[in-house]
């Protein structure tokens, strides 16, 4: 009952947070219960973690922390953006990192043998964060006309367990998912050959690089497979392959659920003022996220401390040729024309007559 009731508050197992606890009192000088000027003892390490993961777990104004802990607005939000920037600083290489070779072979597996389709990398899809204290200036640049309030954008890609391999955050909200993928890293290393490319046969065709789901906003590139549009399509191979990408898609759709749901604070507006600060909030609750997939045993990838892939000898002529295979319309075209004969050989997800309707 005790386990319960400290993950509910703290939406992590204790060996979690001690964990986490350790290795702040260890590293940094902040986190110490030191005494002020007057000698007495300030907040303990304790009084500061618990107030840091309060306000990202419940959405609490910094003020509410004199209720509980008797820490006033401004050591409350001091607090906040040190475990934010600690947190970067210390788990930003292993839990925000790009697939390795091994990370990349198991994920490659996985959703082979989970959703039935080769070459899935994961699903990639965009999230705004509405930010209520845009200032004025700002906020023609960050409101979009389907929305209508200023917002940032968290552009990931997630795999079947949830675990979020891709986080690009702070665009603003005037963007769509087409625009910001012309901003985004998501292959800058593709292009300038840093990396395992995940290389993968279907349908008994090698195709060079793996894929990403992607709903049907995005352009028809190489890497992106989408599903087919449903007016139409009467083919039952092809409904039988909408019905799978779409059921893998929902991926990434979960993770930002379960992101909003755990860490209560994106899923209210973001009363924070420096752009930077936001993005220390947004890509802390990612990391935590799936430091707890891995505590809890979820995470499909088991970690192996590889070094980082390093850039090779690449022209300006390798650079545009990497760039055209990714972007190929053509590949884009033969490679769901495949994974369409591929699904069609997969037991379950029959079709019926009603959705030729």
């Keep these: 009952m005790m386990k319960k009731m400290f993950r509910r508050r703290f939406r992590m197992s204790r060996n979690l947070f001690l964990r986490i606890f350790r290795d702040l009192e260890e590293k ?26 309060r306000q990202l777990a419940y959405g609490n104004s910094s003020d509410i922390m004199d209720d509980s802990l008797k820490m006033s607005a401004r050591v409350a939000r001091e607090t906040l953006h040190n475990f934010c920037s600690c947190i970067l600083e210390l788990y930003r290489k292993r839990y925000l990192r790009k697939p390795f070779v091994s990370d990349m072979q198991q994920i490659l597996e996985h959703h082979a043998d989970y959703h039935g389709l080769p070459g899935m990398l994961g699903s990639l899809d965009c999230m705004k964060w509405h930010w209520e204290l845009c200032p004025t200036q700002w906020q023609g640049a960050h409101t979009s006309g389907f929305h209508g309030v200023p917002a940032i954008m968290l552009e990931a890609v997630a795999s079947q367990d949830l675990w979020i391999w891709h986080a690009f955050f702070g665009m603003p909200g ?46 028809e590139w190489g890497v992106f497979v989408k599903s087919f549009t449903r007016h139409g399509t009467s ?32 899923a209210m507006p973001c009363r924070l003022w ?37 850039p090779g000898n690449v022209t300006d002529e390798d650079k ?4 055209f295979l990714i972007k190929s319309r053509d590949i884009h075209q033969n490679l769901r024309a495949d994974l369409v ?14 959705d030729d309707e």
Aim: aromatic share 12%.
């Design 341 to 354: 004969e591929h699904v069609s050989t997969i037991p379950g997800f029959e079709t019926d007559e009603d």
């Design 320 to 323: 545009a040729a990497n760039e």
């Design 174 to 219: 005037s963007h769509n998912d087409i625009t910001i993928i012309n901003h985004s890293p998501l292959f800058n290393d593709r292009v300038n050959g840093i990396g395992p490319k995940g290389t993968f046969f279907v349908n008994r065709v090698e195709y060079m690089y793996g894929y990403y789901l992607v709903d049907g906003i995005y352009s």
């Design 28 to 53: 940094y000088d902040y986190f110490q219960q030191k005494p002020d000027v007057t000698g007495q003892l300030g907040f303990s390490m304790w009084q500061k973690v618990t107030a840091a993961l």
């Design 235 to 266: 083919d039952p191979k092809r409904l039988k392959f909408n019905r799978v990408q779409m059921a893998a898609r929902k991926d990434v759709e979960r993770a930002f659920g379960v992101l909003k749901k755990r860490w209560r604070i994106l």
């Design 274 to 310: 420096d752009k930077d600060q936001i993005g220390n909030v947004m890509y802390t609750c990612i990391i935590l996220h799936n430091m707890i997939l891995e505590d809890e045993g979820r995470a499909v990838v088991t970690y192996y401390d590889d070094d980082d892939p390093q």
